[in-house]
């Protein structure tokens, strides 16, 4: 990674501005998962410890441009709190003169926690203003959000304008091992996608297919590949106005693809729809491919044989519903057992390995969905882009 981390600064007696990711999951205005409060620690604890103040900044959920209590982080700064065994000030803004005067007052080893980012309606189409008044509360930038990275907002991109700009621990983790998957991979190296629909990851199938040996394909996005080979799919989901696209790959690196070969599938798309299982070519009339069957998931296991990069985002089956979720956890343990360097895409693989008890095996768990995906794209994010080089 060629950009400046929080190592490559000088901290001693600064204000930090860090953006971390607090979109945390709330239920009764309570924090119910507090994985990426515990993500951005060891960033907060390094500065703390360098003699630096912290001004923490986050969005949370999708507040309509103003105020509302529903969306406070004030939880989450009491679950930080806990966690740093410290008192965290919660101001009652990211801006304006009262955070400033907050922001004048901070002594070395202190942290704030300003309020959510999204109250403004600059924050999202990262008005410069709003930006420079954030910069105006500090004397560096770090960006530890690497789940927003992808969007280019004040607390994102416009901020690192106008400071110095480098990256949190975390952020760091996250360029280093998905820029494995893009960059130089050590071969073999075995890709696998999956979810709902292709057309959402054309650019990934493409990108990775120019850099892997093998590319596993499961889910919704595999119906339409076995749709473009000609199978008859009945009412499986398959993206018509994708077939083309799917052939085109097909034609092109065919040998690259690995698809099931026989699939759980079900009468109705629902938990406790009646199943069984056949082979890809056999779906009886009325009936649709939820999960992979295990003839398929023993082919899989002979194609991560021996690798030594894998790379997962997404899953191979309706794993929402118990009943089909049984081919994700399979390949999540899959994965766990193969002594290669196992990254996984956010989102809905992060949170399958985590259901299949092998979150802890796996080398990265990656904590942007989006942000991921785009990054397997090959695409810059703005939020990275912003920061200074080394």
Known sequence: ???????????????????????????????????????????????????????????????????????????????????????????????????EKIAAALQPGEVVMLENTRFHKGEEKNDLDLAQQMAALADVYVNDAFGSAHRAHSSTEGIARFLPAVSGFLMEQELEYLGRAVGSPEH?????????????????????????????????????FLAAQGLNMQDSLVETASLETAREILAKVGDKLVLPVDAVVADKFEAEAASQIVDVDKIPAGWRMLDVGPKTLELYKSTLNGAKLIVW?????????????????????????????TVIGGGDSASAVKKAGVAKQMTHVSTGGGAS???????????????NNK
Do not use: W
Not at 33 to 41: E, F, M, S, T, Y
Not at 193 to 210: F, H, N, P, Y
Not at 373 to 387: D, I, N, Q, R, S
């Open 1 to 99: 990674m060629n950009k400046k981390t929080v190592k490559d600064i000088d901290l001693k007696g600064k204000r930090v501005f860090m953006r971390v990711d607090f979109n945390v999951p709330m239920a009764e205005g309570k924090v119910t998962d507090d994985k990426r409060i515990k993500a951005a620690l060891p960033t907060i604890k390094y500065v703390l410890e360098q003699g630096a103040s912290v001004l923490l900044a986050s969005h949370l959920g999708r507040p309509k441009g103003g105020p509302d209590p529903e969306f406070s982080l004030k939880a989450a700064a009491e679950v930080l709190a806990g966690h740093l065994g410290k008192p965290v000030t919660m101001a009652p803004d990211c801006v304006g003169p009262e955070v």
């Open 313 to 341: 985002n997404g899953p191979v089956g309706v794993f929402e519903f118990p009943k089909f979720a049984e081919g994700t956890f399979a390949l999540a343990k899959l994965l766990a057992e193969s002594g290669a360097t």
């Open 188 to 224: 073999p190296y075995i890709a696998i996608l999956g979810g709902a629909k292709i057309s959402d990851k054309i650019l990934v199938v493409e990108t990775l297919l120019s850099k892997c040996d093998k590319l596993i394909i499961g889910g919704g996005m595999a119906n339409t």
């Open 373 to 387: 995906l785009e990054f397997l794209e090959g695409k810059e994010l703005p939020g990275v882009a912003a920061l």
